[in-house]
Structures are given as C-alpha cells and as structure tokens.
C-alpha cells in the first residue's frame, strides 16, 4: 500500500504565493517521476509539473517562471511553490508519483488525493 498527505492548498488573492507539499508513504522501493497536476470541474487533469529522481524537471508553458517544483527523495515528498497566482489557475491540485514497490518490479502511477487551491479576491 502507498498512501500520500497533500497540503499546502487553500485560498490566496490574486499575485499571491502558496506551497503545496506531498509525502508518500508506505510500500516503496523507489519513486522516480513525481508530479503535480490540476483539474477544474468538467475539464481534463493537466500537468503542471514534474521532476524525476536526479531533478530534471518540466513545467506546463503557462507557469515558467512562477512555479517552482522540488523535491526531497529522503522523505519521498515533493513541493510546489506557487507565486503571482492567477484566478484561472483555481484548481484541484495533485500530485502523482511513480513508484517500484519491491525490487525488480515494475513502477506504477499512484494519485494522492488532491488538495483545493482558490484564488480569488
């Protein structure tokens, strides 16, 4: 079993900042690619960001240089930092990781289960 905490969402004004953080936790042998990404009601679930295992990472056009993704792989948790927030970007945050669970086995995708960000004045 893998189990995630997400925090770090809630509601911010517009051009504000927030954190989103994601812990994994459980049956895990190794996680590579960790994500984030987001869903409004009636729409696709879209990335935002990911980074894998060695800190290579890649961010939806619509937040370079605003959103930051890091990772700590010792505590197999993941962060966004989020700056100058704009209300289309009110969302369902979540973060996704891919992760081997016992040696010599294949990784699979696992979800937590999303963390609301508002923005909105």
């Known amino acids: 079993q893998v189990h995630f905490v997400e925090s770090g969402g809630g509601l911010v004004q517009p051009g504000g900042s927030l954190r989103l953080s994601c812990a994994a936790s459980?049956?895990?042998?190794?996680?590579?690619?960790m994500g984030w990404y987001r869903q409004t009601p009636g729409k696709q679930r879209d990335l935002v960001a990911a980074?894998?295992?060695?800190?290579?990472?890649n961010y939806a056009d619509s937040v370079k240089g605003r959103f930051t993704i890091s990772r700590d792989n010792a505590k197999n948790t993941v962060y966004l930092q989020m700056n100058r927030l704009k209300p289309e970007e009110t969302a369902v945050y979540y973060c996704?990781?891919?992760?081997?669970?016992?040696?010599?086995?294949?990784?699979?995708?696992?979800w937590g289960q999303g963390t609301q960000v508002t923005v909105s004045s």
């Open positions: 996704n990781a891919d992760i081997t669970q016992r040696v010599l086995t294949k990784p699979r995708t696992y």
């Open positions: 459980g049956s895990i042998f190794r996680i590579s690619t």
């Open positions: 980074i894998t295992i060695g800190g290579s990472t």
